[in-house]
């Protein structure tokens, strides 16, 4: 077919996108996907210099200094994409913690914390879109939850995250659901286990990388890059007739 190209519904020029947790680990490959395809990437984090560290390695992108887990960040990041850029086109709630601890040596304030980080600061920064997004009539929110969200690993005891992340993928389920007559779109993208700033105490050690590799049916942790193709797809009308759906890029754990 003459003209036809199969990628033209990947990009994403001229769409602002709004990324949190942008400044280390898997936020900033998904910035640099987001920029690739042409979006104006309002990347948000705690620590503001390394953000601006990426900034400047990108065409179309700035810098907020945001922490999503303080009283209405996220609402003051979501107005201001609006107030510099007057929409919001995506929102990715990437921004995460985690807390590798056995349950019963977890303090009930750590439990606490790592829910309102990875759990509730997902859903304030979807509900603070969802005015923009429904009257303009479109958008997509993409959560980042995990593979934890559907199998727990008796290698790594985190209870607290295991149950924010399967809480997070009910979440997108029901969002989905609620928004779509108003063209909102959410999905949520879980990982596997990936070599970031995050998972260093496993990846920094190769005789417990060994242990995780053996776990995973593909024999191996993610590479830099095997998420791309997702987020294109989640951020990008490439997935225009998809919403409260997981795509779980793992190797094989959830199977």
């Given at each position: 077919m003459s003209g036809?190209?199969?990628l033209a519904s990947f990009r994403l020029d001229g769409k602002v996108v709004v990324i949190t947790g942008a400044s280390s680990g898997l936020g900033v490959r998904f910035a640099q996907v987001v920029d690739g395809l042409g979006g104006i990437g309002v990347l948000a984090a705690r620590r503001k210099e390394r953000l601006d560290d990426l900034v400047g390695t990108l065409e179309h992108a700035e810098a907020v200094a945001c922490d999503v887990g303080e009283a209405g960040a996220n609402e003051a990041l979501?107005?201001?994409a609006l107030d510099r850029h007057g929409r919001v086109d995506v929102v990715v709630a990437n921004a995460g913690i985690a807390n590798a601890v056995p349950a019963a040596?977890?303090?009930?304030?750590g439990y606490r914390e790592v829910v309102d980080i990875d759990l509730v600061a997902p859903f304030a920064l979807a509900r603070a879109a969802y005015g923009p997004m429904r009257a303009q009539?479109?958008?997509s929110i993409v959560m980042v939850a995990s593979v934890a969200g559907f199998r727990s690993m008796e290698l790594l005891p985190q209870a607290s995250y295991v149950a924010a992340k399967t809480g997070l993928i009910g979440l997108t389920r029901?969002?989905?659901?609620q928004w779509a007559r108003h063209g909102i779109r959410v999905n949520a993208l879980c990982p596997g286990m990936f070599p970031?700033?995050?998972t260093t105490g496993v990846t920094d050690h190769a005789e417990v990388t060994e242990m995780f590799e053996a776990a995973v049916p593909m024999r191996r942790?993610?590479?830099t890059g095997e998420l791309d193709g997702a987020v294109a797809l989640l951020v990008s009308d490439a997935s225009s007739y998809m919403t409260g759906q997981t795509l779980v890029v793992d190797g094989g754990v959830a199977c």
């Open positions: 036809f190209d199969p979501v107005e201001h040596k977890e303090s009930v304030d009539g479109s958008g029901e969002l989905g659901l970031t700033e995050m942790l993610g590479r």
